[in-house]
């Protein structure tokens, strides 16, 4: 069993920057991939980026990149992603999960078998 809880989020001016964590207990989760994802009201949770279980090899959604970045800490169980440049669209839920079946990263939902409870951000133009 893993449990994801991430902080972070909150109230930002666009063009601003957040950072989310996400700290894992339970199950180690260093020797496997993690991803962020995000849900905006009205619309399914989209892919955000995901970083392999080393941290050498991360992949992100179009819209994000050169703005987004993840990385973590595996000696302290925690995954993070850096926002700068922050946009109006980019509000929503961000949750992190964990895909204990793979050490790449994976865009796809089906891939991760447990999720956080989410963190809210917003983007305020």
């Known amino acids: 069993q893993v449990l994801l809880v991430e902080s972070g989020g909150g109230l930002v001016q666009a063009g601003g920057s957040l950072r989310l964590s996400c700290a894992a207990s339970g199950r180690t989760v260093s020797s496997r991939a993690m991803g962020w994802f995000r849900q905006a009201p009205g619309t399914e949770r989209d892919f955000v980026a995901s970083?392999?279980?080393?941290?050498?090899?991360?992949t992100y959604t179009d819209s994000v990149k050169g703005r987004f970045v993840i990385s973590r800490d595996n000696a302290k169980n925690t995954v993070y992603l850096q926002m700068n440049s922050l946009k109006p669209e980019d509000t929503a839920v961000y949750y992190c999960?964990?895909?204990?079946?793979?050490?790449?990263?994976?865009?796809?939902?089906?891939?991760?078998?447990?999720w956080g409870q989410g963190t809210q951000v917003t983007v305020s133009s």
């Open positions: 970083i392999s279980w080393s941290g050498d090899s991360t």
């Open positions: 999960a964990c895909a204990t079946r793979y050490m790449g990263p994976k865009e796809r939902k089906s891939a991760y078998d447990y």
